[in-house]
């Protein structure tokens, strides 16, 4: 299967710092990458979607100015949390998806806000 | 190493049951979850086990055993709109989300 790597595994930062997180698709041209938030035991939520050049597509109550998405290439995407917070704290994960296929998920971030 | 074993693809009728397996070994157990996912949609959340047992939601069900590292998910009176690829992740001790590579689900009339 394709593989999807997520850069860093764990992040702990102070509060009001920003926190940047990258999703690369290794062996693959990832036309739409999603990215997802899970607090622990529960589901993934569905943050955003990105595509290759274009803007991304945030999720209704998801804060566009907080969470800056960037999808610059087909490989990479990366996700800002700008000004984190202590409830920004959770676990954070990118999929990415090549033309009408699957997607492939990365690994996950867990970043503690302190 | 980690890992995540379940069958690539299965094939079953409408209105049957299947039952998708999934193996793990992890380092730690933080529960294990289930996806849907459609062809060219995200995934969608199906269940969490964290304790042994069965877990009962309509027409799916979970099933977990942490002594033998396996779970099921079992899909009864099975519908066309079922057809999609179900995903067996596990959290293991760091909360490291470890993914299986998915079954796709094929549902003939």
């Known amino acids: 299967g394709a593989v999807v790597s997520q850069h860093p595994s764990w992040v702990i930062c102070k509060s009001g710092t920003s926190v940047k997180i990258e999703c690369r698709s290794l062996?693959?041209?990832?036309?739409?990458m999603f990215w997802y938030r899970q607090f622990p035991k529960q589901s993934l939520m569905l943050m955003a979607t990105?595509?290759?050049?274009?803007?991304?597509?945030?999720e209704q109550g998801v804060e566009k100015d907080k969470f800056l998405i960037n999808h610059a290439s087909l490989t990479l995407s990366t996700l800002t949390v700008t000004s984190a917070h202590p409830e920004d704290s959770s676990f954070y994960i990118c999929?990415?998806?090549?033309?009408?296929?699957?997607?492939?998920f990365g690994q996950g971030t867990r970043l503690t806000v302190v | 190493g980690q890992n995540i074993d379940q069958p690539t693809e299965m094939t079953a009728t409408e209105g049957a049951i299947v039952q998708i397996n999934c193996t793990y070994q992890?380092?730690?157990?933080?529960?294990l979850f289930w996806y849907q996912q459609h062809a060219g949609e995200a995934p969608t959340f199906l269940s969490y086990?964290?304790l042994d047992g069965l877990e009962e939601k309509g027409r799916f069900s979970s099933f977990l055993s942490r002594s033998k590292g396996y779970s099921y998910l079992l899909l009864k009176e099975l519908q066309m709109k079922d057809s999609a690829s179900y995903l067996c992740?596990?959290?293991?001790?760091?909360?490291?989300?470890?993914w299986g590579a998915g079954t796709k689900l094929i549902i003939k009339p």
């Open positions: 086990n964290v």
């Open positions: 992740a596990v959290m293991d001790s760091n909360y490291q989300l470890i």
């Open positions: 992890t380092s730690g157990f933080n529960g």
């Open positions: 990105s595509n290759e050049g274009s803007k991304a597509t945030y």
């Open positions: 999929s990415a998806r090549k033309a009408d296929t699957e997607a492939f």
């Open positions: 062996d693959f041209q990832a036309t739409t």
